[in-house]
T-cell receptor, first 117, second 110 residues
Framework: EAGVVQSPRYKIIEKKQPVAFWCNPISGHNTLYWYRQNLGQGPELLIRYENEEAVDDSQLPKDRFSAERLKGVDSTLKIQPAELGDSAVYLC???????????????FGPGTRLLVL | KNEVEQSPQNLTAQEGEFITINCSYS?????LHWLQQHPGGGIVSLFM???GKKKHGRLIATINIQEKHSSLHITASHPRDSAVYIC????????????FGKGTHLIIQP
């Protein structure tokens, strides 16, 4: 069974440029998470989807970040315009859904390492 | 606001040693997760527990709800166990999701 797929794995851009990350969760997983992980820190949740609905986006900086999961399968996270402080690893995870919130195993993708110059 | 603290931050040990990594949280929880992150970023979920103890191979996770504390133990440690170990707790209520610790960087030397 294929795991969570993310692309690209690495991205280097100049500040003020746009950037997009793509995630394809494990087949059949209804819940999808986007996390940001700064160097030396644990991940922090940006947004959680249940199918195509964003049910927790309280920590997504909405002035420059947007996300979509139009058909409830794959998802895209966008930053426009990027700032120096956005340099981090962006992780996507999925879980089957249907269980008690945050009491099921999350499966993580390899992440996208973003460097903003 | 829930806060998660891990100790030690860094740990170097010899192959075969018994390893303990500690995690304390400030708010009563619904679930606590232990995860492993290898160089290059990949994160693997090791355990989810809400009470008691769980064991998988050489890994054991325990939790004390009253003391708001969890431990991850590794028996007969091996160099391939070298990784960052992260605990994350969920206090309930839906918002903000898991609160992650900063991780414990473990190196097992041959």
């Amino acid at each position: 069974e294929a795991g969570v797929v993310q692309s690209p794995r690495y991205k280097i851009i100049e500040k003020k440029q746009p950037v997009a990350f793509w995630c394809n969760p494990i087949s059949g997983h209804n819940t999808l998470y986007w996390y940001r992980q700064n160097l030396g820190q644990g991940p922090e949740l940006l947004i959680r989807y249940e199918n195509e609905e964003a049910v927790d986006d309280s920590q997504l900086p909405k002035d420059r970040f947007s996300a979509e999961r139009l058909k409830g399968v794959d998802s895209t996270l966008k930053i426009q315009p990027a700032e120096l402080g956005d340099s981090a690893v962006y992780l996507c995870a999925s879980s089957p859904g249907g269980s008690t919130l945050y009491r099921e195993t999350q499966y993580f993708g390899p992440g996208t390492r973003l460097l903003v110059l | 606001k829930n806060e998660v603290e891990q100790s030690p931050q860094n740990l170097t040990a010899q192959e075969g040693e018994f390893i303990t990594i500690n995690c304390s949280y400030s708010v009563g929880i619904s679930a606590l997760h232990w995860l492993q992150q290898h160089p290059g970023g990949g994160i693997v979920s090791l355990f989810m527990l809400s009470s008691g103890k769980k064991k998988h191979g050489r890994l054991i996770a325990t939790i004390n709800i009253q003391e708001k504390h969890s431990s991850l133990h590794i028996t007969a440690s091996h160099p391939r166990d070298s990784a960052v170990y992260i605990c994350a707790s969920y206090s309930g209520g839906g918002a903000d999701g898991l609160t992650f610790g900063k991780g414990t960087h473990l190196i097992i030397q041959p």
